[in-house]
Each structure stands twice: as C-alpha cells, then as structure tokens.
C-alpha cells in the first residue's frame, strides 16, 4: 500500500526558511517522479519542484527557480523542499505527489499524471 506523509511545515516572515519532508512507503524498485506541489484556496494546485527517484533529475517552477530545493534520501525513503528566501506568495497547502514512470524523466507537471498524494501541509509566510 503506497503512502506518502508530508511533514516540516509551519510559519515564517518573508526571506526565511523552511524544509519539508515526504515520506514514501509502499514503493516497489523502479523509477518515480516525486513532485511538490500547492494549493491555495480558491486556486488551482500548482507545480511547484519534480525529482526523479533515484536517478535525481530535478524540475521547478519559475516562481521558485533560484530559491527552492528539491533533493532526496533513498535510504530514508524521503523527499525534501528546501525553501529559502521564503514571500508571502508562496503561503499555500504544499503536498506530496508520486508517479509511477516508465522511462528517465517525470511526465511533467501536470498533477493528473500523479496517482499518489499526501495530505499536505501548510506553508505561511507573513511579511
């Protein structure tokens, strides 16, 4: 049974940090694209970082490029976003995505090419 859990979210004021996390479980060997995404009410959920497990292939969106990390830890099952330099703008739901994928890269953004969700957590940034 494939699980992700997201953790690590919280309040910070604008140029801050956070890191949160993505615990998967379930997976059998083979490539996933794991993505981060965001949601805030009355919004679309938005793309925001992909990477694909284990090879390491990294995506993000251009809101993010130069601020966000995404990385992982195979031996701990787990995925990270770093954000650094942190604007009320990205105040949102940040949730766990995975993809089951056939070949090298991740299928893009697009979130209905993600079977697997966390519950998400919430990301403030106040000014």
């Known amino acids: 049974q494939v699980q992700l859990v997201e953790s690590g979210g919280g309040s910070v004021q604008a140029g801050g940090s956070l890191r949160i996390s993505c615990s998967a479980s379930?997976?059998?060997?083979?490539?996933?694209?794991m993505g981060w995404f965001r949601q805030v009410p009355g919004k679309e959920r938005e793309a925001v970082a992909r990477i694909v497990v284990p090879d390491g292939y990294t995506s993000y969106a251009d809101s993010v490029k130069g601020r966000f990390t995404i990385s992982q830890d195979s031996a701990k099952n787990t995925v990270y976003l770093q954000m650094d330099s942190l604007k009320p703008d990205d105040t949102a739901m940040y949730y766990c995505a995975a993809d089951i994928i056939q070949g090298r890269f991740c299928r893009g953004a697009d979130r209905r090419n993600y079977g697997y969700w966390g519950q998400g957590t919430q990301v403030s940034v106040s000014s």
């Open positions: 379930g997976f059998t060997n083979g490539r996933i694209c």
